[in-house]
């Protein structure tokens, strides 16, 4: 009995004022009566991974997989593994594709024939061989320089996996040319092609390549006015005196063919029009928007009728609509292409380059002029880079690169060219054989045969149109720099491998034309980082070519986006606006992996999960 009452509970009273007990409501003197309940540890879960990157990764895979399933039952046939078909068909881009790639280097190429060419690769390396050979002697080709013929087994047997590695070609993702116009872009060609009181002339000035990207604003400007566009009027280069006109170099009939339900393309203005005084523009500012256009010129236009353009190099903004970005490619890619004898002669040279076997193509800037303008030094002698200063101070407006740099600041920089040297030290380090066949493209260096002894010692299989044309074959181009450009142009575009030794118009325009094309490698030497190893002696060979391989990993034209970087132009990076990936995803993909990368915070994963469903739906 004593123990139970120990155990009772302790029962404690206090004595409070009745008047507070009046003043408090039965709710309130509840609350103080009865303790809070502790929060349930559930009751934030779901919030808490709301805001976890992983909570939007996992949901934008499951979207994916969604998205897969859907699209597994919604392909197109003729397109492989692509979600819809382009407005542009496949049979229009193979024909007019601008500089007759076959099939296979536009990307039109069915599984089998995907899984055929890697077995082709990999096990039967001579069957490219004797067909190239076979047409070569059903073309009655004779010729010294086709006499050493690479054979392939030989030069495999001394180090395939070396040798396979470099002419390995870079994932290209799947992206394909798809040139897909909205609604509104085809509603806006009928107003357009109604319409024939505005015509728009332009003149282009500047090298082969400079003239190309002119062309293909004039287009869009045109366009964007709603005029016609007489056929471009080309300056006559002050340093090559090249005389050819628009149709000289390029084919006129396919550029109107293909531009035909975009924008009216006509040879001359009509005769009403050539005695009135077009309005002349020669000051556009740059990179200018098609709202600047339209306020700037559209009225004028309306009332003169004509307008006068010239100098349009990087007036047009980089970022234009949709619509217009891939007017831009399907002019630059498909409609200007090379004028028949050009194409037929840059192809024949392309094809014995390839009876060779897998060939690098080089376009090599060592010519005085480009010394001069970037304002470094040769590096073959001090009696050449003496040359290079002389004609500097004769023309010091030539000067192009910063001027308050010295010569070696500017190449420490990644400013100037790379001679002969460091090209050979790059292309073995990088794992060049010894026995590549190699085109260079380029003028004439500085010093001659002499200023490229480094690479021909060390890749003795080194050509240049000159060494393949036959004889007379090269006399119709003589004195036309621009047309021998475009021969250039063609049998670097159509190597396995390309590399420039600087930037520049040819440079970027091949880029562009191998990334449509599917992606095929583009070197971009990484100046700026490499030459301090190139200029490290005590460096080990092994440990220079590791580091040297290490930089270029992604340099080696693998698919970008031009959206990634503001200004890029989209004929030098086609994605997106102007190729589709088989899995149509892949855009997003990359910029999700990009924002992981860099530790972006939850809500722009958020935005980009939205961006994706969106998509998918």
Known sequence: MAKSKNNAKKVSYISVPSQIINSLSSSSLQSLLIPPKKPSANRFFWLKWFRSPRFWFLALFLCGFLGMLKLWYTLDPLIPLSPYSCVTSQSELQDSFSNGHTRQQVGFVSND?????????????????????????????????????????????????????????????????????????????????????????????????????QIVDAVV???????????????????????????????????????????????????????????????????????????????????????????????????????????????????????????????????????????????????????????????????????????????????????NMTCHERKLAGLCPLNALEVARLLKALGAPKSASIYWAGGQPLGGKEALLPLTREFPNFYNKEDLALPGELKPFANKASLMAAIDYLVSENSDVFMPSHGGNMGHAIQGHRAYAGHKKYITPNKRHMLPYFLNSSLPEAEFNRVIKELHHDSLG?????????GRDVTKHPVPECSSSFWPYTEMLTLLGSLLRERQPVFRLRFVFWQFVVYVV
């Open 113 to 213: 024939e995907i899984n055929d060419k890697k077995d082709q690769e990999v096990g039967s390396m001579n069957a490219r061989e004797l067909k190239f050979e076979a047409g070569i002697k059903s073309n009655e080709v004779k010729h010294e320089s086709l006499k050493g013929v690479v054979d392939f087994q030989d030069g495999i047997s001394g180090g395939i996996e070396e040798e396979s590695e470099f002419w390995k070609q870079p994932d290209g993702l799947g992206y394909k040319p798809c040139l897909k116009f909205s609604s509104d872009y085809r509603r806006g060609s009928e107003l357009i092609f109604e319409d024939r009181r505005k015509y728009l002339l332009v003149v282009v000035s500047g090298g082969l390549n400079q003239q190309r990207n």
């Open 558 to 566: 693998q698919p970008e986006l031009r959206t990634s970087k503001a």
């Open 221 to 403: 400007i045109a366009r964007i006015l709603g005029a016609a566009l007489v056929v471009p009027i080309l300056q006559v280069n002050v340093i090559w005196r090249d005389e050819s006109e628009f149709s000289d170099i390029f084919d006129l009939e396919n550029f109107k063919r293909v531009l035909a339900n975009d924008v009216r393309i006509v040879s001359s203005l009509p005769s009403y029009h050539l005695t009135r005084r077009p309005v002349v523009e020669s000051r556009t500012p740059l990179h200018v928007s098609p709202q600047w256009i339209r306020a700037r010129y559209l009225k004028r236009l309306n009332r003169e009728g004509v307008l006068l353009l010239r100098g349009l190099d990087s007036r047009l903004s980089k970022d234009l609509p949709s619509d217009l970005q891939k007017l831009r490619c399907k002019v630059a890619f498909h409609a200007l292409r090379f004028a028949p004898p050009v194409l037929e002669l840059g192809n024949k040279l392309a094809e014995r380059m390839q009876s060779k076997g897998p060939y690098l193509a080089l376009h090599l800037r060592m010519e005085l002029d480009v010394w001069v303008r970037t304002g470094c030094h040769h590096g073959l002698s001090h009696d050449y880079d003496e040359i290079i200063n002389k004609e500097r101070k004769q023309r010091p407006e030539l000067l192009t690169a910063k001027s």
